[in-house]
């Protein structure tokens, strides 16, 4: 089973859990990456309000085709209780009826648990695992 852990880090803390969980399960790593960056004003000003909203941002294309994986682990911030955009993006990058791991590493805890689980099987995936990672100061 070859698995893909898909992931979008803007403080680098994400970056850090993806690359732990791709060496403790011999993971390929794919970056996400909106193609016009964050940064910490504009991660305010159109981040939190898009993720509050479950929206999308437009990604820089992958250099990984995600039909060779059967196994998806998708790792992203949480930003205003919500996956920040470039999490949700990636539902659409996925192949049919995937079935994958959630990780989201937060400093607030799980607010959205519920609604982020609906979103992902509105895009016609299937939520195994969800983790909510306390993120370390």
Request: some cysteine; glycine content about 6%; overall charge positive.
């Amino acid at each position: 089973m070859k698995t893909a852990i898909l992931y979008y880090s803007f403080g680098g803390y994400t970056r850090r859990t993806a690359q732990k969980l791709a060496a403790d399960c011999a993971a390929d790593l794919i970056e996400l990456q909106p193609e016009k960056n964050y940064n910490l004003f504009t991660t305010f000003l159109r981040g939190c309000p898009a993720a509050r909203q479950q929206k999308g941002v437009a990604l820089r294309p992958l250099t990984a085709d995600l039909h060779d994986y059967t196994r998806f682990i998708l790792a992203a911030p949480v930003w205003a209780g919500y996956p920040a955009p470039p999490f949700n993006s990636a539902l659409a990058l996925l192949p049919a009826n995937s079935t994958l791991e959630v990780v989201l590493t937060s400093g607030s805890g799980k607010s959205a648990r519920q609604q982020t689980i609906a979103f992902i099987e509105a895009a016609g995936h299937r939520v195994l695992n969800y983790q909510d990672i306390r993120a370390e100061k």
